[in-house]
């Protein structure tokens, strides 16, 4: 019985982040539309308590025998490993196929095995202020190897396509394959006026979903909302931070934004978020660079009034459900937001655009279009080979 192997590492990192949403969504997903006759299983690095990886349905996670630095720079300088007697491609996750959801992968697909690589954006070189400086080699390597090397590479928009061969050569096939939207943040939970008292919710608030990190835009964000014509609302940021030291607190005394006006939640469960969603007047999304948004989608499919960056990805993603600003311009993301929020009649066209808009999105249709690309890659292998095309239901 084959087997498609998931590498679940980045649900293990300190910030798990967007990748990580992104990780656990899609195995459940591939699980639950699973071909007749495969099995969905994942690996991880070696840790002492690996349960953060672990996903109802899905077999595993399987422990590989380094732990994640050795095994990041086993795969990273892979060249003198291959050697090592019995690994072949060395610490290949096991399985007949291998999906890697972020640019952690082998350095190559095994032997009668396909290995697929998910490249999220091309932040790496188009914005590479918004990574460590060892960030920024890293993910240039690991990604110039998958499109190199793997047999195919899945992002998320038609933007990272059209953007990702300016970068580096793409002999892999690239196929756009869309995210989709966990169902528990579409809908309240019966404790949600609990949740939201526990959290220290305003009345009405600006949302800002996401890691906290320099290229998220919240410095424009806090600089937009101290301008005289702002909307008068606090402003609630979800995400943990991450790298860049971002420090909102700081950034709101610097603009003259008032202490009170910040609420920092940090993680959130997927119930919480839930709330926190429901409760907005109006999302934020001032990034200035992304490869999908899922936050825009999220808060599209909660009924929630979208403004955005003119980011291509997110463009692509809000479909013209959102109100769309320049990137850094605080002034104009001012504006935007006092439109939207004081025209309950334009909201409400927007939020019925946006769940109309989220509604093409599922992580079921995610797995589909990703088992697609696995499929047709091994009968494409099956044939050349001669073997007989095995039939797929």
Known sequence: MPKLVVLLEQLLAPVPGGTGRYSRELTAALAATAPAGWTVGSAVAWHADPTPAIIPEVEGPHLLPLPRQAL????????????????????????????????????G??????????VHDTVPWTHPEGLSRRGVGWHRRMIGRAARRADALVVPTAAVAHDLPRHVPCPARVHVVGEGVTAAVTRLPADAARIATGLGLPPRYVLA??????????????????????????VVLAGQPGWGQVDPAALARRFGLEPARVHLL?????????????????????????????????????GVPVVHSDVPALVEVAGGAGVTVARNDAAALAAALRTVLSDPAAAQAMSAAGR???????????????????LELRQGRELRQGQPRRVIS
């Open 72 to 107: 990041v720079a086993a795969w990273d300088c892979w060249l003198p490993c291959r050697r090592l007697p019995g690994w072949g491609v060395p610490l290949w996750p096991g399985g007949d196929a291998v999906h890697a959801p972020t640019p952690l992968a082998p350095p």
């Open 109 to 118: 697909p095994r032997r009668g095995c396909e290995l697929v690589v998910t």
């Open 209 to 234: 979903l996401g890691t906290l990190e320099p290229r998220k835009g919240i410095e424009t964000l806090l600089g937009a909302l101290a301008t005289p014509d702002a909307p008068d609302l606090p």
């Open 266 to 302: 940090g993680r959130i469960t997927d119930q919480e978020l839930a709330v926190v969603l429901h409760r907005a007047a109006v999302l934020a999304a001032p990034s200035v660079a992304e490869g999908f948004g899922l936050p825009v989608l999220e808060a599209m499919a909660a």
């Open 356 to 374: 109309r808009r989220a509604a093409q999105f599922s992580w079921e249709r995610t797995a589909r279009r990703v088992w697609s690309v696995h």
